[in-house]
């Protein structure tokens, strides 16, 4: 597959440069939702480890080219 399924990208409530990953087809689903919009394929969730001890990620929400893609961070709620 040409595109990568991880990338190094900085996070805007992170700060700094973090591991991100494309959206899984439920992600999406649930992206789609939750912003209201149509076209998430860009999207790029962020994979930084917030709390050791649940293993509990950041999840906000980054477009490749857009470090802040809303007017305040919005980060993809857990999957249920
Ligand atoms: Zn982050």
Do not use: I
């Amino acid at each position: 597959m040409a595109t990568p399924r991880t990338l190094t990208l900085a996070c805007s409530t992170c700060k700094g440069e973090h591991r991100h990953r494309l959206l899984t087809g439920e992600e999406q689903e649930k992206a789609r939702a939750q912003l209201g919009l149509k076209a998430v394929y860009d999207f790029w969730l962020c994979e930084n480890v917030l709390d050791p001890d649940t293993g509990a990620q950041c999840r906000n929400l980054r477009r490749y080219l857009q470090l802040k893609p809303f007017t305040e961070p919005v980060k993809l709620a857990p999957l249920e």
